[in-house]
């Protein structure tokens, strides 16, 4: 059945524009080569005015980028530094932070030791004695943030250890904030008050970049963080109109002309015009479609990788990207852990069972149910089916009268082996606990859950509540009609 | 590619798949893959005969169920990688990192960025290294920011170094992923199987190993059956499998490992119903061998009622070794559960009344749902005791009429063996409180339940020859 597939040597050329285009589409060509979106200009031109403005000019700004997740925030300001470092290199230092994995007290340890590293690497590796002021990162948590503070504060970076330094001009340092809400959180907020802080006093100039997804993230923040805060608010803008979409789309597929040799790339960006703006093509109606539910330009990319990285040469990338298949199997797959494929795939005890529970719920007052009662429904059921089924046919045969006995009962499991089924409900996901709080948000809450012994545990199997994730009506839009159990799908 | 598809049955498009989105070139990969399936469908080994004939993608592998909360993952993930990177290049002279020091998720940052530093002098080109978290959400302790702090780590490690790290995690339950939706992280996903498709694996993966097993041998010389081929016994294991698939599907459902167990439950019964005349003929096996196909057996204990068992032996073995006051006293905390408190007086009464007054008419109509389906109520200890006494047989010793009869109560009194045994249900979970912790017996304000599913007391019932059932007729 599985016949070894031969594998043909790939033409060199079109391997390499193979790579160049997924690079491009990973957006991980060198800094040069990558452009941003062309919606993204204005904000591009902001953050690189910002930017430029802190490490030639040597000011200190704030501002906050707000965006939906992957609205290109931390890429425009990683491939702005990326761009500003070919230039500037030894003017300033980035300082990365990520709300998720640094905490109000490791931030700081975070800091210094970036601080460290990035500093290093500014020397050029030169190992300087161990004094206090090179090594921040050690001692306890005080200490390190005095030292930090110190060092931000007064300008100690390049003056004090580098008198050799021909440069007298200060280091510019940019911090760069993760999911800046978290940093923002109900108590306190002491990091980004020291933060804020520097940028109006101290004199090292200090770039603070933060990203958010919340709107309201002024209204997180404490009056004394907000008026230290420049209230430069940065929206990432939206994609505004199908047109603007498919344009961008192009400029997402469409890898920069200008390179040597990859003699592809005009025949590839003449193909993907031509199919984009053609509105009866497949790959048009795939971006018609990703804009009308998702406008995500990753979710497009997504699908589009299997599609480039599948073709053998440059005949079959054409002929693929006319039919779209890889894309549209990839945007399928993911549908097939959906609920709906979910319940196809049941075998035809567990449907019933499935069935018997959304009944059951039905007709509870607080839509919950547990393993007794979908039992005794269950019972019921087959009962009910078996009653109408003919156990007796006449036979064909004339000499013997004697009716044949058909068993084509439907068979009735035990309550034992239901267990069985109704287990696999669960570990699909079909039911779920009555008012449990499934996934704690953070790691202490879910110690303390980790730490209450819950009522549901203790109590004997078949009787704990428990609510469907499907209800009995749609059941019967998902059951096909041929199913044997179709009809039992309303009361 | 050719090869794995060969070891792998209907994944061609998971693995096409993830073979578009794994390279040696970090460039090209993104820095998370998920993979998505419900258990026993094929995600783990997928993914480890993928690696396994793309042998120059560097791999390592965890299973987060055994590291149970995120600091031990954690470190386990600076320790694996450190080790995977020693053994690869051992050329190396690199400083060891403690990994139990990685006590905070940017410790983990800290620890990966300084040890794929020490690696920078030596490659050309960079490289990935894949990190598999195979059941990310399988671990205990798991909360929804973790997921979060993991797909971000490539965003905090240098992207100047050589070595890239890549992580693919490996988890059920759609609805966690769910949750990062927004992140449009790259999804592959492992749909359940068909009922044909585990058929075909199963044969796949068992038929050899049960036509190699020692059973069969030995059977096949013991019966002396020698005109066989091995294609013949490939055959006969063939249809087992099958007609175990037939037999169980709808008990199973598309679950490989359930059925896997089950094959190897009911192989050696099977095998011990072969001999020289049904080798050759399947149905006639099928139905020397009807009895393994009817029921599942799924049960560690042997007393279920089967019809070749004796019915006497059966009784004797009892579901719990109580005293008989335990037994009464379950037995009335189940009647207190359920039965509600108003009706109490018109059933339990016996007294002849020497004052003038009404008795209790009980209940005029029929419940709509049999209330032992449901959960119990609570109940006050007093009126488990006074229940307890109202159903608990005694038997007079004293003579009628004696003057010893005057002396001996004509029912039990709670006395201190009764709050022992109470006390004892108790600790045993068959009798729950209302309250979990430090809870006080003798307050007030505490009242009981009983804790045991009606099965189980009706077979109490029975061992003291005692018929619950007649309490719950008039209702079911």
Known sequence: KFSPRKVQPLDSDFKRFKHFLMRHLYQSLPPGQTKPYSYLHETHQEIDRLLKQSIVQKESHSSILVGPRGSFKTVLLNHELALLSEKYHQQFITIRLNGFIHSEQTAINGIATQLEEQLRKLHGQIKTPINENTDISSGSLTEVFEKILRLLDSAAVSGSQNKNDTESTKITVVFIFDEMDTFAGAVRQTLLYNLFDMVEHARVPVCIFGCTTKLNILEYLEKRVKSRFSQRIIYMPQIEGFQRFIETVEEMLCPPSCDDGLNFVKSWNSLVHDELFNPNSDMHLLVKFNYDTFKSLQHLRNGLIPLVFGAKDYESLKNSFKTCSKTKSYNQNLLESSIAAKIKSLSNLELCILICTARTVLKAKDESTNFNLVYAEYEEMIKSINRKIPTMAPTKNNEDTTPVILDNKIKLWKKRDIKNVWESLLSLNFLTEKSAIGLRESAIAAFYASNYQFQGTTIPFDLRRYQSQVTLQGLRRIVPRSSMYYPWTQL | ?476
């Open chain 2, 1 to 476: 590619m050719s090869e794995i598809n060969d070891l792998v049955l209907f994944r061609d498009y998971q693995i096409e798949t993830l073979s578009s989105f794994l390279h040696a070139d970090p460039k090209i990969t993104p820095p998370n893959l998920v993979i998505q399936g419900y258990s026993s469908t094929g995600k783990t080994h997928t993914l480890q005969q993928f690696f396994a004939v793309n042998h120059f993608l560097i791999n390592v592998w965890l299973e987060p169920i055994e590291l149970v909360t995120w600091k031990p993952f954690m470190q386990a993930v600076a320790r694996i990688i450190q080790n995977k990177l020693k053994s690869i290049f051992h050329n190396v002279k690199a400083p060891d990192y403690d990994p139990l020091d990685v006590e905070e998720p940017y410790l983990l940052v800290k620890f990966l960025n300084n040890l794929f530093e020490n690696y920078q002098s030596l490659l050309q080109d960079p490289i990935c290294i894949f990190l598999v978290c195979d059941g990310f959400d399988s671990l205990q302790d798991l909360d929804a920011a973790l997921f979060h702090k993991f797909i971000s780590l490539h965003e905090l490690i240098s992207v100047d170094l050589k070595i890239q790290l890549r992580i693919i995690y490996t988890i059920q339950d759609m609805a966690f992923i769910e949750r990062y939706s927004s992140l449009c992280l790259p999804l592959v996903v492992f749909p359940r199987y068909t009922m044909d498709q585990i058929v075909d694996i199963l044969i796949f993966t068992r038929a050899q190993e049960l036509v190699e097993s020692e059973i069969l041998r030995e059977k096949v010389l013991q019966g002396q059956i020698d005109e066989c081929s091995d294609d013949e016994f490939l055959s006969v294991a063939i249809n087992f499998i099958k007609l175990i698939v037939q037999a169980f599907h709808s008990y199973t459902g598309n679950n490989i490992s359930t059925l896997n167990d089950l094959i190897d439950f009911k192989w050696e019964n099977y095998v011990n119903k072969i001999n020289r005349q049904n080798i050759f003929d399947p149905l006639g096996l099928y139905r020397s061998a009807i009895a393994i196909f009817l029921t599942t057996d799924d049960s560690l204990n042997a007393d279920f009622p089967e019809n070749s068992q004796p019915k006497s032996e059966n009784e004797a073995t009892q579901t719990y070794e109580l005293s008989p006051i335990s037994k009464y006293l379950l037995i009335a905390a189940y009647i207190c559960s359920y039965l509600e408190p108003r009706y109490d007086s018109s059933v339990f009464s016996r007294k002849s009344h020497v004052k003038t007054g009404r008795v209790s008419y009980g209940r005029r109509k029929k419940m709509e749902i049999n209330p032992r389906y449901l959960q119990p109520s609570i109940f006050s200890v007093e009126r488990l005791l006074a229940v307890f006494q109202a159903i608990f047989p005694i038997d007079t010793k004293a003579q009628r009429g004696s003057l010893a009869s005057l002396k001996e109560d004509s029912l039990m009194r709670a006395n201190v063996e009764v709050f022992q045994n109470l006390a004892e249900l108790h600790s045993l979970k068959l009798l729950a409180t209302t309250v979990g912790k430090n809870i006080d017996f003798l307050n007030y304000k505490v009242k009981w339940k009983v804790n045991v599913p009606w099965e189980i007391v009706s077979e109490v019932s029975k061992s003291v020859n005692f018929d619950v059932g007649q309490y719950f007729t008039g209702e079911g």
